[in-house]
């Protein structure tokens, strides 16, 4: 049975003093790997500062969801960055009702939505990967064809990370510029995961082809 509309709520967490903050840090802190997790601390100052956005979504009440979003001014897309559920209401659908909320909302703001989802064709679970690829699809999402998108250590070791881009467009859109998607990955690399400029995580970028089908 799922749940009905008045059992579930999202919620912005305006501030660290939230009484609800340090449990949907610790959802977080559980749920992803440190290599491919911010530092706790930075997220703390960019949530203070305003420039992140935490969610978290309740089931009767209680915290069940925790998603970090990130707007993007320069390049204009949201990154829903990191989206993690309570293991024990996994079974209701919860990330789907907030993948939706989120669409909807950018929607209204005319927004684009970026997703950062691991390569399949790198490492194990390749199973797993293809399931949330088509997770995302179900809601209108695309791949960047032909880019593998590396993700920068995020625990000051030396293991980046192969990952897809996927973008939720508006309008009948089935390509973006070379401009737009080096825009966009500098603007992830720089005020998101504070890569400076002359890293060497930045040259894969002039690569990038002319134009990128959207898949």
């Given amino acids: 049975m799922q749940p009905t509309d008045t059992e579930v709520e999202f919620k912005l967490i305006p501030d660290v003093a939230h009484p609800d903050f340090e449990r949907a840090i610790a959802l977080y802190r559980d749920t992803f790997p440190p290599r491919e997790r911010i ?22 009440g209680e915290l069940a969801l925790m998603s970090i ?5 320069i390049s204009g897309f949201l990154l829903l960055g990191y989206l993690a559920t309570n293991p024990q209401f996994r079974n209701l659908k919860l990330g789907s009702r907030f993948l939706q909320y989120i669409i909807d909302g950018a929607k209204r703001e005319s927004k684009s939505l970026v997703l950062e989802v691991e390569h399949p064709d790198f490492g194990g679970d390749r199973e797993l990967k293809e399931r949330r690829i088509g997770f995302y699809r179900r809601f209108g999402a695309k791949i960047l064809g032909d880019i593998v998108y ?12 192969e990952m897809m881009l996927m973008v ?12 737009t998607v080096q825009q966009l990955i500098r603007e992830l690399y720089v005020e ?24």
Wanted: no cysteine.
């Fill in 39 to 60: 530092p706790i601390p930075r997220v703390k100052s960019a949530v203070a500062s305003g420039r992140t956005q935490l969610w978290a979504g309740y089931y009767q």
């Fill in 69 to 73: 979003v990130e707007p993007l001014p």
């Fill in 150 to 161: 590396i993700l920068p250590p995020l625990d000051g070791g030396s293991q980046a990370t």
């Fill in 168 to 179: 939720i467009l508006w309008g009948d859109r089935n390509t973006l510029s070379k401009t």
């Fill in 192 to 215: 998101v995961y504070r890569r400076h400029p002359d890293e060497p995580i930045f040259n894969w970028i002039e690569d990038i082809p002319e134009e990128i089908d959207l898949v």
